[in-house]
C-alpha cells in the first residue's frame, strides 16, 4: 500500500505540472539565432552582425570527437536513457542529503537541459525540474538523439559572448570544429557548467583541471585511448584569450561606413531581427581594393586641408598625469581610451600618450610597439606646422595620435621618426558605383569609422551648389533647346519676402548672350536662373525628383542653383543616368542575399543574359544583356549633357584638377561662402562623387572650390578604377547629327572649321536648331552693361597664403551671393 500510495502521489504531481507545459514539437523546427555575415565581391568576410555570436552546425557535421567531450562532461548515459537519467537523480539526492545542503547538484541529462534552454527558465526549484522531466520524456519520443544533441551543441552558451560548438572553437582556438584536438574538444566541454567560472585566463587553474577530468571521462567511456589521454592531458591550456593564437577578429577588417550602411538598409528591408539573428549571407558590391584607395584619397585631403589649417586639437581625450608617467600603468590605461584606431594613411595611426614634454621634443607611450630601434620621441620640428607656443598645446597625459613618418610611402621603407596626427574636423563622404548596373563599389562616409559613424555619404543632406545644375539644363534639352541656344549672362533682381536678391555669378563679371555649353562649361549662375524661369520651376524640380535628387523639391527660383539640401548618395545615382544614356538604375550595396538554407532572399540586377549558356558564341562577342529598366531621359538629351560636361572637365572648372587617360566628364559645385564643396563626374562605366564640408556648415575658406579639394580626390580614385575597370568612349545614341559650332557665340561653322572655339554639337534629327534668338527668362538685359570681354574665362585671383603658399580666390562676397540660391 504504501508503494502503491508513493505511485500515485507521483502520478498526481506529474499530472499536475505536466498540464499547460510549453509545446515541445516546435523543436523540431526550431532555428536558432546565428551570425549574419557580409562576403566581398571575392568570397571573403569582411563583416558580422549578431546578437548571439552563434554558427549552426547540424548534427552530422560535428564531429563524433566533439559530441563523444560534452556526453563525458554532462551525460555518459545520453544514449541509453529516456530523457532523465534516475541514477543520477538518486545520487544527486543523496549527495545533497548526506552533505546537509551544501553540495546540491542538478544531475540534468543534455535532453533536460535542452527544456530547459529552449522552453523552461533557469530557477533552481523543484517545480521547474519536475517539468523539465516530463518535456525531456515527451521529447525524447519525438526527436532523436542526434537531433535533441544538435539542439544542445548549437544552442548552449559557452563563454565570450559564444553560443554553440562551431563559434566557440572559433572564439578560443580560431579553429573549425574538425580542426580540433581531443584537449581542446573537452576545454570547451568544461565550459557549459558555468563559463565565467572557468575563464581560460584568470581561472585557468581551475579551467585545466575540468578539461583533465573530461579527458579522463573519455577515457573511460571508451572515447580515448589510454595513450591518448596520457598525451593530450599533457598538453598546456591555450587559448586566443591568453595570447597562444590570433583571434579570428583579427582577420577581418574593421568595421567601415559601407558594411555599417548595408546593416541599416537590410535592418529596414528585412527587419532588424532578422538580420541580426537570421543568418543571413549577404554578398557585398564592394572592391575591397578600390574602397582602399577611396578612403586614401578622402583622408588624404581632409588631412591636407587640416594641417592647412594649423590649429591642433588633438583627440580630446587624456589619462592623469601620474599614471601617464608610470611605466608599469600607461599601456593599460591607453588602451582602455577610445580613440579612433582604424586610420591607415601613409601608414598605421597609433594611439599614443604624452609622457613628457621637453624644449625641444615629446616623450610618448605608443600602443603595441616595444622596438628600442624607433624611439618613441616627436621632435619640435615636426609640429612647425602649428600655429602658437609648442608647450602650450600639449600635457603630459595627453593621448594622441602617431605614425611613423619612414623613407617609403605607406609605412614602407626605413624608419625616420614618429610623427605626431589629428583627425580632422573638417568632414566629407565619397561614392563611387557601376553607372549600369547601380553597384557600389566603394563608400566613405567620413575620415574614421571609429571616429564618427555618421555616414556623410548616405546621411547627410547638404546643399549640392553648382552640381545640381546639369538637372536644370536636362530639364531644358528635352524641352527643346539645344546645346547651342542663347542665354543672356546679365544681372537679374528678384522680390523675394526676405528682400532684394540679386545673385551673381562667382567670378562677379557678366556674359551677355551666351550658348547653353558655355553656361554649363563655366557654371554661370545667371544663365542658369534665366534658363529655369524659362523652362518653369515646376519642370526643374520634376525632373529632379524623377532622378531621385529629392523626393519633393520645393519650386523656388533659387534651388536652381543647388540651395536645396539632398545626399551625395543621391547625386552620384542620378548622375548615372546621364552615363548610360538615360536609364534608370537603383544604388545597391548588395548583390545578393542568401538565408541561412542558402536560398536567394533577394537579387539586385534583374537584368537577363541572353546567351550566357550558350557555348557557341564566338570569342569576338560578348553575351548579351537584356534591360527593361525605366527610361528617366532621352537618350540624345543624356548624350548631349555629357557632351557638355566633357567640356567642364576639359577646358572649365574642373579642367585644371581632373585629368584622366579615358574621356571622363563631370560637374563642380562651391555653395555660399565655399561652406560645401562638390565634384561628381563619371567615365563610360563608373561615376563617383565627393563632398567636403564641416559638419556644422560654415565657411571652409575663400580658397575653397569643389575643383581644387574633390577634384583631386576624384581624380585619385578614379585613375586605381580605370585601370582595373577600364573605360572608352561615350556611346552615341542613334537619331541625331553632328553640327559645329562655336561655343563663345553659338554661331553654326563649317564642317571643316576648327580651332579651340569649335565644338561639334549632336542636334535631334528634324530639330534643326535656331539660330540668332536669345532668351532671357525674363529678365531685361541693361543696354549700358559692361561685359566680359567674348572668350574669356571666368578667372580668379591668386593671393599669397601666411604660409607662403598661393592660393586662388573670388571676390569679396556680397549680399547678393550670399543669400539663398547664391551659388557657384
Known amino acids: 500500500m504504501g508503494v502503491m500510495l508513493i505511485a ?51 548534427a552530422d557535421e560535428i564531429p563524433e570527437l566533439v559530441k563523444q567531450a560534452f556526453i563525458s562532461a554532462e551525460d555518459k548515459n545520453f544514449y541509453s536513457h529516456g530523457g532523465y537519467d534516475a541514477g543520477g537523480i538518486a545520487a544527486a539526492a543523496y549527495e545533497a542529503v548526506r552533505s546537509r545542503g551544501e ?26 525540474k519536475i517539468k523539465e522531466i516530463i ?45 580540433l584536438a581531443p584537449h581542446e574538444a573537452a576545454f570547451l566541454a568544461s565550459l557549459p557548467k558555468a563559463p565565467s567560472d572557468f575563464h581560460p585566463v584568470r581561472r585557468k587553474d581551475r579551467l585545466l583541471q575540468r578539461r583533465n577530468y573530461v579527458l579522463r571521462e573519455m577515457r573511460e567511456n571508451g572515447f580515448i585511448t589510454e595513450a591518448a589521454y596520457e598525451t593530450e592531458v599533457d598538453e598546456p591550456l591555450r587559448s586566443v584569450q591568453n595570447g597562444d593564437y590570433e583571434p579570428f577578429a583579427k582577420a577581418l577588417p574593421p568595421r567601415d561606413y559601407f558594411t555599417d550602411e548595408i546593416r541599416r538598409q537590410l535592418s529596414r528591408d528585412f527587419g532588424e531581427a532578422e538580420f541580426f539573428t537570421g543568418g543571413l549571407s549577404v554578398r557585398a558590391t564592394l572592391d575591397p581594393e578600390l574602397q582602399v584607395v577611396a578612403a586614401r ?12 589649417i594649423g590649429r591642433w586639437r588633438g583627440t580630446g581625450k587624456s589619462i592623469p598625469a601620474e599614471v601617464a608617467t608610470d611605466d608599469a600603468a600607461w599601456r593599460e590605461a591607453l588602451a582602455n ?5 582604424d586610420i591607415d594613411l601613409d601608414g598605421p595611426w597609433y594611439p599614443a600618450v604624452v609622457r613628457k614634454i621637453e624644449d625641444q621634443q615629446m616623450t610618448l607611450g605608443i600602443e603595441g610597439t616595444i622596438n628600442d630601434a624607433e624611439p618613441p620621441v616627436v621632435p619640435r620640428k615636426d609640429i612647425s606646422w602649428l600655429r602658437g607656443d609648442f608647450a602650450a598645446n600639449f600635457e603630459v597625459g595627453d593621448v594622441v595620435h602617431v605614425r611613423r613618418m619612414t623613407e617609403g610611402s605607406n609605412g ?13 574636423e573638417v568632414q566629407g563622404g565619397f561614392m563611387a558605383m557601376d553607372v549600369n548596373t547601380g553597384r557600389v563599389i566603394s563608400m566613405q562616409g567620413g575620415f574614421s569609422y571609429q571616429n564618427s559613424v555618421f555616414n556623410r555619404a548616405t546621411q547627410a543632406k547638404r546643399q549640392p551648389g553648382s552640381s545640381f545644375k546639369p538637372f536644370v539644363y536636362a530639364a531644358a534639352l528635352d524641352s527643346g533647346y539645344t546645346p547651342a541656344t542663347i542665354i543672356v549672362d546679365a544681372p537679374i533682381e528678384i522680390n523675394t519676402p526676405q528682400g532684394l536678391w540679386r545673385p551673381r555669378n562667382s567670378s562677379n563679371k557678366f556674359y551677355g548672350p551666351t550658348p547653353l555649353r558655355t553656361g554649363i562649361e563655366q557654371s554661370r549662375n545667371l544663365m542658369t536662373i534665366r534658363l529655369a524661369q524659362e523652362v518653369g520651376m515646376d519642370v526643374v524640380a ?21 540651395s536645396e539640401e539632398t545626399t551625395l548618395y543621391n547625386m552620384v545615382a542620378a548622375y548615372a543616368m546621364f552615363a548610360n544614356g538615360g536609364e534608370r538604375v537603383e544604388p545597391t550595396l548588395v548583390d545578393r542575399v542568401q538565408d541561412r538554407y542558402g536560398r536567394t532572399v533577394y537579387r539586385h540586377d534583374p537584368r537577363t543574359c541572353v546567351d550566357c549558356t550558350d557555348p557557341g558564341i564566338p570569342e569576338s562577342r560578348g553575351p548579351r544583356i537584356v534591360s527593361d529598366r525605366e527610361r528617366v531621359m532621352d537618350a540624345i538629351t543624356a548624350y548631349q549633357l555629357t557632351s557638355m560636361m566633357r567640356g567642364v572637365v576639359e577646358r572649365g572648372t574642373a579642367s585644371n584638377h581632373v585629368k584622366l587617360s579615358v574621356p571622363v566628364a563631370g560637374k563642380t559645385g562651391t555653395t555660399n561662402d565655399a561652406r560645401d564643396v562638390w565634384f561628381v563626374g563619371f567615365t563610360s562605366n563608373i561615376v563617383a562623387g565627393c563632398y567636403i564640408g564641416f559638419d556644422q556648415p560654415r565657411s571652409l575658406g575663400r580658397g575653397a572650390y569643389g575643383a581644387g579639394m574633390c577634384g583631386p580626390v576624384f581624380t585619385e580614385f578614379m585613375r586605381k578604377a580605370t585601370a582595373k575597370y577600364g573605360g572608352g568612349e561615350f556611346k552615341v545614341p542613334p537619331g541625331g547629327f553632328f553640327m559645329k559650332i562655336d561655343r563663345f557665340t553659338g554661331a553654326r561653322l563649317s564642317d571643316d572649321a576648327s580651332g579651340p572655339n569649335v565644338v561639334a554639337e549632336y542636334f535631334r534629327e528634324g530639330e534643326e536648331p535656331i539660330f540668332g534668338i536669345a532668351f532671357d527668362g525674363g529678365f531685361a538685359m541693361g543696354n549700358d552693361l559692361e561685359l566680359f570681354a567674348t572668350g574669356e574665362r571666368d578667372t580668379i585671383r591668386e593671393v599669397t597664403t601666411s604660409d607662403g603658399q598661393t592660393g586662388k580666390v573670388g571676390k569679396k562676397a556680397t549680399f547678393g551671393s550670399i543669400s539663398s540660391g547664391g551659388l557657384y
Open 103 to 128: 553540495n546540491v547538484r542538478g544531475a540534468s541529462t543534455i535532453t533536460q537541459q535542452v527544456m530547459k534552454n529552449f522552453l523552461l527558465s533557469g530557477d533552481r526549484k523543484l517545480e521547474r
Open 8 to 58: 500515485v502521489s507521483l502520478g498526481a504531481v506529474f499530472y499536475i505540472y505536466g498540464k499547460d507545459l510549453p509545446s515541445h514539437e516546435s523543436l523540431a523546427n526550431y532555428t536558432p539565432p546565428t551570425i549574419s555575415r557580409i562576403f566581398s565581391t571575392e568570397g571573403r568576410i569582411i563583416d558580422e552582425f549578431s546578437r548571439e555570436r552563434r554558427l549552426f552546425t547540424p
Open 337 to 341: 581610451v577610445s580613440v579612433a584606431r
Open 297 to 308: 584619397a578622402l583622408q588624404g585631403k581632409l588631412e591636407e586641408y587640416d594641417r592647412g
Open 412 to 424: 614602407e621603407g626605413a624608419f625616420i621618426r614618429w610623427t605626431l596626427r589629428q583627425v580632422p
Open 135 to 179: 518535456l525531456a520524456t515527451r521529447i525524447e519520443e519525438t526527436l532523436d538523439k542526434e537531433k535533441i544533441l544538435e539542439l544542445y551543441l548549437n544552442e548552449i552558451f559557452l563563454g565570450q559572448n559564444s553560443y554553440g560548438v562551431a563559434a566557440a572553437a572559433q572564439t578560443y582556438f580560431n579553429k573549425t570544429l574538425s580542426q
Open 542 to 562: 520634376s525632373y529632379a525628383e524623377r532622378f531621385g535628387v529629392y523626393e519633393d523639391m520645393s519650386p523656388f527660383l533659387a534651388n536652381s542653383l543647388g
